[in-house]
């Protein structure tokens, strides 16, 4: 019986989760995005998240180092370690937690398993300048706002009009003309 545990063992013994996991992790710090299975990535959501937060910057040197062996030991790649404390540590410096983002991407055809998409949140320009953008306030100006009809209604006198070529009546042929 299975009461209260939440790990998900993803179908495989102990050292084989974690090698998997461990590859999974080393990859998505590498790449910044992968894709994989839901399942799997709902795991590797739980693994490296705590890792990223051990990157954030301490106050003695000491802790810097055990830090950088403690996420060694979880990761067992010394250009993804690097690469977390040198590259994504600076990026999610401010941020409280949250480093991963799960996206659905629909099912595998070959054997209908969930597919997912999970990156680092810092990491995409399309998500992260919209939301910029969308939490800037709106300016303040003096000027008064005119009715939104007269606006539409010189914009249309001012385009040209163009006649659609679909609508016009097909030009008469030789072969389209019945002989009499």
């Known amino acids: 019986m299975r009461h209260g545990d939440k790990q998900n063992n993803l179908g495989r013994k102990k050292a084989h989760r974690d090698a998997l996991l461990m590859n999974l992790a080393c990859q998505i710090i590498t790449h910044k995005r992968i894709v994989t299975t839901l399942a799997k990535a709902k795991a590797l959501r739980k693994y490296v998240e705590p890792l990223i937060t051990k990157t954030k910057k301490s106050a003695n040197k000491e802790e810097i180092m055990h830090n950088h062996r403690v996420v060694f030991s979880y990761l067992n790649d010394k250009i993804a370690v690097k690469e977390l404390f040198t590259v994504v540590a600076p990026k999610i410096a401010t941020r409280p937690g949250g480093y991963t983002r799960i996206i659905k991407l629909g099912i595998r055809p ?50 040209p009009t163009t006649e659609n070529p679909t609508t016009e009546a097909p030009a008469a042929t030789d072969e389209a003309t019945p002989a009499e």
């Not at 810092?122 to 706002?145: C, H, Q, V, W």
């Open 110 to 159: 070959g054997d209908n398993a969930e597919k997912a998409m999970i990156e680092l949140v810092d990491f995409n320009e399309i998500y992260g300048n919209s939301i910029a953008t969308a939490a800037e306030p709106a300016k303040k100006t003096r000027r008064s706002k005119a009715p939104a009809a007269p606006k539409k209604a010189a914009a249309e006198a001012e385009a």
